[in-house]
């Protein structure tokens, strides 16, 4: 079949829809956001009819995956590492329950925190939950993976954990398809129990799992996707996981490495194959992006067998992305003499864009609060974090989805006064309405700021589920309506802004404000794109 | 055969698009190629890259290593110079000249001037004014494109085809632009 030119992520999507996929379930995050947006886009997937509108939320689109599994069909959920945070109800369930059509999970983890408040590594979610986890080293395997993927899932009767991090999700190479599969015919579980998690079943289909693991490190063993290579020089055995493995490989001229190397891509991790490594080798080195699984299972607690070298010795840095330079320097290479970056090159954070609405929301929010002293906004994930930076300087808080309101509600339960809260539309709808809830049935004295600019703005304009809904959701939770207040953040509306949330700072009870003006990236985009169908 | 290339630049400014039409040249001639880019939070005013590596045999990372770069395309100044440790002793810059200031502590240009005269191989060039007079303003990218082409062992028409793919939706104005544009950077790089 054709060669396709690929980003990691869309290798993974384009491996679902010729796999036999029925439905993509994802929240935007980056960097897992282009998997399903190329699912919407692809002609191929309009035609078979798969599904791909973006959820609410990470949970309630796994979830929603689980179900589709549920009825027979291949499902695959996909979001940014901390997604598996709000996910994880379903995901340490579903290990339980099992799936029945195959079922993927992807995770796409973002080391060196490129556009994430966090490097965990979904590796040991993995594990922790006893599901096999696959993990690519090449836009390639990413699209085979998926494939195997679903046979796996559907074979074991299990989800599969599919681990990828920002530099696979985000390069390009050619890829080759294979046969496409059809997708499934609708079928329920067979054992009526399978997913009645009630405690006398949830014990029997725990041991199950349980009893699944050899089986499961037999398949990686067998798969290709771990593979040992054997090396003259045993005075080290190297074992390298995912996309580590390519940096081996830059270094080792030829592509040929002088020692034992165990390429790592699937889990639970080949115990034959690392037993002969260690048996066979003085030394073991562990080349893994993100967080040290291996090697600290391999060190274990006392750290008493032979070295073990890795991110917890110092031979590779502790946190971070890897690159080829800093396993080139494990493996005992000197850095080259280059020219140094020049002192004067100073750094570009990223900022809010000229004209954006959250920028006269700032202003005004800043000087209607200016009165009462710093250290009482807290906001969210999503462009509007930017307002932490000069000039604006606005917020005090950004911890994870939805964290906003609730953190403001706490803090004015211990009296601090006002309490605001500034979140935007989308992470309102994903994570906020529970906490405006809690404020309102313990009416918290709290200033919600929604700022509405119609869209998922920081992945990248993405639909959002809370557009033309925020008022009603508001109200309907409990909202008193003389205080929700939509405003225009627009210069020219600024006095009379600042004004509104001044009067709404000093009302002692849950009131919403509304700033409500489209992101102007999104703007242009819809207004070139209602230019071409016009043109078309 | 191997070329690694760093592109450079603001959020925005095309850096993304140079390299994707490179890539699908370099694919149209049968090469393998790899190519790292940025999205995401950086994209907001803040600084992108992309790694792009093409060569005759497989390659093995998708970043490349310091001191292996052949080719820093920028289309900002003192973008450029952050990639220096990539730089390979005889790689060489192509960059834009003018500076694009949206942050309080833009270095003077001077200092930026002075950085480049150390560089062996370089051409530090006005491909704004050229772009402008190419008939395309916004071309700046592919101005820079065109100077770059000289050195990327990728034969020029290739790289038209892939212009013309990736603009085909904008319609054949935008792909002509986007081609006098590249043709405009490349006598520049040729005159020299």
Not at chain 1, 230 to 255: F, H, P, Q, T, V
Not at chain 1, 263 to 289: F, G, T
Not at chain 1, 521 to 527: D, E, N
Request: some cysteine.
């Amino acid at each position: 079949m054709d060669k396709l030119l690929l980003l990691g992520d869309e290798a993974i999507a384009q491996g679902a829809i010729d796999a036999g996929l029925s439905g993509v379930f994802a929240y935007p995050g980056t960097p897992s956001t282009e998997i399903t947006e190329y699912i919407q886009d692809s002609k191929e997937a309009k035609d078979k009819g798969i599904r791909s509108n973006w959820a609410a939320n990470e949970k309630t689109a796994m979830e929603a995956a689980l179900g589709m599994s549920y009825a027979g069909k291949r499902a695959i959920f996909c979001c940014k590492h901390v997604g598996i945070n709000v996910a994880a109800d379903p995901f340490l369930n579903s290990a339980i329950t099992g799936a029945n059509g195959g079922l993927i999970y992807v995770a796409a983890d973002d080391p060196s925190m490129h556009s994430s408040q966090d490097e965990q590594d979904s590796r040991f979610y993995g594990d922790f939950a006893f599901l096999p986890i696959l993990e690519p080293s090449n836009q390639q395997e990413a699209y085979d993976m998926v494939h195997y993927g679903f046979s796996l899932s559907e074979k074991f009767g299990l989800p599969v954990l599919m681990r990828i991090t920002t530099r696979m999700a985000h390069s390009r190479a050619a890829v080759e398809r294979h046969n496409l599969t059809a997708q499934n015919q609708m079928s329920i579980p067979q054992n009526q129990n399978q997913f009645i998690l009630l405690p006398a079943n949830a014990r029997v289909s725990y041991k199950s799992l349980l009893a699944k693991q050899d089986d499961l490190m037999k398949s990686g063993e067998q798969s290709g996707f771990n593979s040992y290579t054997d090396g003259a020089d045993k005075s080290m055995g190297i074992i390298a996981c995912g996309i580590a493995y390519n940096y081996l490989m830059e270094n080792c001229e030829g592509g040929k490495c002088r020692y034992p190397v165990l390429k790592l891509c699937q889990y639970p991790a080949p115990e034959a194959m690392i037993e002969r490594l260690y048996n066979e080798c003085d030394s073991i080195l562990v080349l893994e992006e993100g967080q040290p699984l291996i090697e600290k299972s391999l060190r274990g607690m006392l750290n008493k067998g032979k070295r073990i070298k890795g991110r917890l010795d110092g031979t590779l840095e502790r946190t971070g992305e890897l690159n080829p330079n800093m396993v080139g320097k494990a493996l005992g290479k000197a850095l080259p003499d280059t020219l140094p970056v020049p002192s004067f090159v100073a750094g570009r954070p990223p900022k809010l864009c000229d004209g954006c609405p959250h920028i006269d929301s700032f202003l005004a929010l800043n000087e209607a609060i200016e009165p009462y002293g710093r250290g009482r906004v807290f906001s969210d994930i999503g462009c509007y974090t930017l307002g932490a930076l000069p000039p604006y300087k606005a917020i005090y808080s950004t911890v994870d989805m939805g964290a906003s309101i609730t953190m403001a509600k706490g803090a004015a339960e211990a009296g601090l006064r006002p309490a605001v809260a500034v979140i935007g539309d989308s992470t309102f709808t994903h994570s906020g309405m529970t906490g405006l809830l809690d404020c309102c049935v313990d009416n918290i004295p709290i200033t919600i700021m929604i700022l509405d600019n119609d869209i998922t703005g920081m992945t990248g304009s993405q639909k959002s589920s809370a557009t033309g809904r925020i008022e009603s959701i508001c109200k309907g939770i409990g909202v008193e309506e003389a205080h929700i207040r939509v405003i225009t953040p627009l210069k020219k509306f600024h006095d009379q802004n600042v004004a509104i949330i001044k009067e709404e700072l000093e009302y002692q009870g849950v009131s919403v404000i509304i700033p409500r003006r489209e992101c102007l990236v999104w703007l242009k985009r819809k207004l070139n794109l209602a230019k071409r169908n016009k043109q078309d | 055969m191997k070329i690694d290339i760093i592109l450079c630049g603001v959020g925005g400014m095309g850096a993304l698009s140079s390299a994707a039409i490179i890539s699908k040249a370099a694919l149209d001639m049968g090469m393998y190629m790899k190519q790292s880019e940025t999205h995401g939070m950086s994209q907001r005013g803040g600084d992108v890259q992309s790694h792009l590596r093409l060569s005759d045999s497989p390659i093995a990372s998708d970043l490349i290593p310091q001191g292996e770069c052949d080719i820093i395309l920028s289309v900002e100044p003192m973008e450029a110079l952050r990639y220096l440790p990539y730089l390979h002793k005889d790689g060489w810059i192509i960059s834009n000249e003018n500076p694009f200031i949206n942050i309080p502590n833009y270095p003077d240009r001077n200092l930026i001037l002075d950085e480049f005269k150390k560089i062996k191989n370089h051409i530090l060039f006005d491909a704004d004014k050229i772009a402008k007079e190419s008939g395309n303003p916004k071309g700046t990218n592919m101005v820079v494109l065109g100077a770059a082409s000289k050195y990327l062992q990728i034969d020029l028409g290739k790289l038209e085809d892939a212009v013309r793919e990736s603009f085909a939706r904008k319609g054949e104005d935008v792909v002509n632009a986007n081609i006098n544009a590249l043709r405009a950077g490349r006598k520049v790089a040729d005159a020299m």
